[in-house]
T-cell receptor, first 111, second 113 residues
Framework: DQQVKQNSPSLSVQEGRISILNCDYT??????FLWYKKYPAEGPTFLIS?????DKNEDGRFTVFLNKSAKHLSLHIVPSQPGDSAVYFC??????????FGAGTTVTVRA | ETGVTQTPRHLVMGMTNKKSLKCEQH?????MYWYKQSAKKPLELMFV???????ENNSVPSRFSPECPNSSHLFLHLHTLQPEDSALYLC????????????FGEGSRLTVL
């Protein structure tokens, strides 16, 4: 039973525009949410996180939004850059180490 | 030294072979993890060690056997694997398991023939 879902397997965006990645979850007990970025032949790297007590967290070009009532998480990248081309994983946890991951969204930033 | 180092990066083995994957972290973290990533699927948690004690075995078949001799090293011993075990095996570490901020290695790409 997949508790974290990324329904868009891929996203193509023009350089300089906004990238919006979406993530839905089913477990209302999740209290911590993270985004990871993965380049080919590398392990995922932590990008940004948000606690369930917040609805927004911003770090430079990256902003994560949390809508608890809709059980929905999104990542905004503004402006998108060619180096942002990667696979992005959404993940969630409940007070422990068991991260539940989504299947990932492949972002391609076009020049 | 990079944070989390995995060896080998690529491994091809037959179904009757015995091999091991190695992971080393240089971050002083207290918890280490093995994840499996199959194509187009979410990362699956396999094992968690916290302070060198196994705290999670996520219904992993016994043909996968983890070992954590100290807080910096983690092994995954493989024997009599199946072709469907072919995947990317990722090691990770974290300082605080509760925050979920994992630091991953580059992964070991395993192919079982």
């Amino acid at each position: 039973d997949q508790q974290v879902k990324q329904n868009s397997p891929s996203l193509s965006v023009q350089e300089g525009r906004i990238s919006i990645l979406n993530c839905d979850y089913t477990n209302s007990m999740f209290d911590y949410f993270l985004w990871y970025k993965k380049y080919p032949a590398e392990g995922p790297t932590f990008l940004i996180s948000i606690s369930s007590i917040k609805d927004k967290n911003e770090d430079g070009r990256f902003t994560v939004f949390l809508n608890k009532s809709a059980k929905h998480l999104s990542l905004h990248i503004v402006p998108s850059q060619p180096g942002d081309s990667a696979v992005y994983f959404c993940a969630a946890s409940f007070n422990d180490y068991k991260l539940s991951f989504g299947a990932g969204t492949t972002v391609t930033v076009r020049a | 030294e990079t944070g989390v180092t995995q060896t080998p990066r690529h491994l091809v083995m037959g179904m009757t072979n015995k091999k091991s994957l190695k992971c080393e972290q240089h971050l002083g973290h207290n918890a280490m993890y093995w994840y499996k990533q199959s194509a187009k699927k979410p990362l699956e948690l396999m094992f968690v060690y916290s302070l060198e004690e196994r705290v999670e075995n996520n219904s992993v078949p016994s043909r996968f056997s983890p070992e954590c001799p100290n807080s910096s090293h983690l092994f995954l011993h493989l024997h009599t694997l199946q072709p469907e075990d072919s995947a990317l095996y990722l090691c990770a570490s974290s300082q605080d398991p509760r925050t979920g901020e994992l630091f991953f290695g580059e992964g070991s790409r395993l192919t079982v023939l």
